[in-house]
């Protein structure tokens, strides 16, 4: 009962009023119950001091408004200014970068984006190059690689492409389970290797007969496509949680630009492919007697497929190294959450838990991926088409290997225009992804009814553009953000599991395309493939939550009131209706969510947060010595408040039966409640007088 009391401080009772007899004034403090709701509803000292964490000014008006509870126009408004002044005080930050370093830019680049992504960028490069080299073995080698086949099995030639997907659905799911069971750092380093395995394999492909060296090259993509798979859960659970500043309790950061850091990530993928594509052309060009025209010799094949494959080993190898020594905090923030739970292995709890309770989200994030990669490999459909029309050697490899660059340059504007775009509260990843499959769709379905006047010289420019814009829609929209919320709408202790799991599904969708595309005409194609957009734009509407501009760590608040078993006590933003899909509000799930309650409950949580760091802190002498990051956004009077004292008002709690009691100064509250318990754990005893 004693942590349902307040004290004041004795007085005077005013003009008029009859003192309540409770003897003569004597300094010393008394205690009585609290006002009706002081104790679910912060006081104005408390917001006042709060404020800064509780209602940070990118995502609250100076009245305290949430974002999303404002009227479109003032919505709108709101969000141009913050990101106006966002936009401003980054170029501002890199005008002051420049002036110190010229090629500072090039540094911070090189260190949030290609580092982070160079596994996806190696990735994006041999899957690329997979592909790319089919067409030189068909010339090369037509007596195993082209229809009507004697040297080689056809199963074994359809094995490359089928094996090469089956490894990358493995690699999925078992390095997202090891990513949160073991670690970020364990699975980041293993996959480098893994790739790096594979590349030997693939570089080093031999065998007594054609058909030996088909199915040693099949076996070998196996091998590296694990490697691959696993660079999907692990590369956007670590972006994504290095968004965060660890052990922050709410970063500017990561609610204005956490989309585009994991994004910058991903769309190494592109740069990839297209330095694949300019490799594979100067490779051609130099062993093919100085120009990239049939026929091909068996050199020149040889030379280019095993280079092209040896110079990503060189990077992959360096990426082992820069993993191993360089990257030793990735699996800070899991550390962080399995220690808060209690869990020192894979959390199934917490894994249960999420299919019970995020069962549409799953839902929403396989089903999304799986619609995106029958669009990802049908867009392949256009390029045969068109080149037989427009090109005066459609035979020649390097005019193929020519629009592959073109069209790759196309994504790459898709991919730089979802990172830019991806964290506008107005558009975000909700709206990107429908608008994405919407685009999709159309591109797909126009040619579909009037195919052979597309694949006509009068239609076939027209046909093209259609390549382009499926392209550039498919970066800009549901290939970036099917990466990015596959791991941003779940727990981190199994973030890693569940993107793995959603991106398994959706490498299912590529391996429906690659087998279904080889028993069905390019005509038939086009009116199968379209329906794939449409079910994955409703499937986004009904079932994808938008997390844009909501701080990961409220969603992580959220869990640990789900993990304790009181959900309907959180009244926070990770339940607003802007961040919730409409199945969730379906559900009710969204009719707790009350700003003044959870405003209270926030305090609430950050002061056991305070106590658990300063008990640790009290362990270690080096910890005390140095204020760690954490503290960063306490504030003294924050200190003080938690410590049981308000600054210049009211007396440290420690020892206040001896102290003097002093008065209240005028900004501080008379009406402070102390229901939280001490530093020791125990609760504050006291007795009525």
């Known amino acids: ?85 966002e936009s401003a005080a980054e170029a501002k930050g890199i005008w002051a970068m420049m002036k110190e370093d010229p090629l500072s830019p090039v540094s911070w680049y090189f260190r949030n984006a290609i580092l982070p992504g160079a596994g996806l960028g190696l990735e994006g490069y041999v899957l690329f190059s997979i592909g790319n080299l089919e067409p030189l073995f068909e010339a ?69 007969t054609l058909q030996g060296w088909v199915i040693m090259y099949a076996w070998s993509l196996f091998v590296y496509g694990i490697g691959v798979g696993g660079e999907y859960p692990i590369t956007a659970t670590s972006s994504m949680e290095n968004a965060v500043t660890a052990g922050r309790l709410s970063t500017r950061d990561d609610r204005l630009h956490r989309g585009r850091k994991v994004t910058m990530a991903f769309l ?40 092209s494959f040896a110079f990503p080993a060189i990077g992959t190898l360096w990426l082992t190294y820069y993993r191993t020594w360089r990257m030793k905090s990735a699996s800070k923030q899991l550390e962080k959450a399995k220690k808060k739970s209690k869990v020192t292995g894979y959390d199934v709890r917490s894994l249960k838990m999420t299919f019970s309770n995020f069962g549409g989200r799953l839902f929403a994030t396989a089903g999304g991926w799986f619609c995106n990669d029958v669009f990802f490999y049908g867009n392949k459909l256009f390029q045969g ?74 239609g076939i420019h027209s046909f093209q553009a259609m390549y382009f814009l499926s392209s550039f829609f498919n970066q800009f929209g549901p290939n970036s953000v099917t990466f990015l919320v596959a791991g941003e709408v779940y727990p981190t202790q ?41 079910a994955g734009m409703l499937i986004t509407y009904i079932w994808l939550p938008d997390t844009t501009g909501l701080d990961l760590k409220e969603q992580e608040r959220r869990w640990s009131y789900i993990l304790e078993g009181r959900d309907s006590d959180y009244h926070g933003i990770a339940i607003h209706p802007a961040h919730l899909s409409l199945w969730e509000r379906w559900m009710g799930i969204g009719k707790n969510y009350h700003p003044d309650l959870d405003m209270k409950a926030k305090i609430r949580d950050m002061r056991t947060d305070w106590e658990e760091r300063e008990a640790a802190r009290a362990g270690s002498d080096a910890e005390s010595a140095t204020p760690a990051d954490d503290d960063d956004d306490y504030t003294d009077e924050i200190h003080d408040y938690f410590r049981g004292a308000t600054t210049g008002s009211i007396d440290s ?25 001490t530093l020791n754990g125990n609760k504050e005893s006291t007795t009525i007088s």
């Open 385 to 458: 088409q068109f080149i037989k029309v427009i090109s005066d050697n459609p035979s020649s490899i390097m005019t193929t290997w020519t629009w592959n660059l073109v069209n790759v340059v196309v994504s790459l504007a898709g991919y730089y225009m979802a990172s830019m775009v991806i964290d506008n509260k107005m558009y975000g990843r909700k709206t990107m992804q429908q608008v994405g499959f919407l685009m999709c769709f159309i591109m797909f379905v126009v040619p579909a009814f009037k195919y052979d006047y597309y694949k006509s010289p009068a």
């Open 140 to 208: 090369v080698w037509p007596t195993c690689w082209k229809s009507g086949r004697t040297d080689c099995s056809a199963n074994w030639v359809a094995a490359v492409s089928y094996l090469e997907i089956i490894g990358i659905m493995v690699g999925q799911v078992a390095v997202g389970i090891i990513g949160d069971w073991i670690g970020r750092r364990w699975g980041l380093i293993q996959d480098a290797l893994v790739m790096f395995l594979g590349l030997l394999m693939l570089t080093g492909s031999w065998g007594v």
């Open 494 to 534: 199994i973030r890693a599991s569940a993107h793995g799991f959603s991106a398994m599904i959706g490498k299912a969708g590529a391996l429906l395309a690659s087998v279904l595309y080889n028993y069905i005409d390019d005509k038939t194609k086009f009116h199968v493939v379209p329906w794939f957009g449409l």
């Open 653 to 677: 709690l420690k020892g206040e039966k001896s102290k003097p009691a002093h008065r209240t100064s005028d900004n501080a509250p008379s009406d402070r409640t102390l229901e939280e318990p």
């Open 1 to 85: 009962m004693a942590n349902l009391l307040r004290r004041h401080h004795e007085h005077d009772p005013p003009v008029g009023e009859i003192p309540v007899p409770h003897g003569p004034e004597t300094g010393d403090e008394h205690q009585h119950y609290p006002r009706r709701g002081s104790t679910s509803y912060a006081t104005d000292y408390e917001r006042q001091i709060f404020s800064h964490l509780t209602h940070p000014d990118d995502s609250y008006t100076s009245d305290g408004v949430y974002w999303a509870d404002l009227p479109f126009w003032k919505r709108f408004s709101f969000v141009s200014a913050v990101d106006r002044a």
């Open 268 to 307: 190494m993928q592109g740069w990839g492919q297209f330095v694949n594509q300019v490799v594979l052309i100067v490779l051609l060009v130099i062993f093919n007697r100085g120009h990239g025209n049939p026929p091909y010799s068996v050199t020149a094949a040889q030379y280019a497929f095993r280079l």
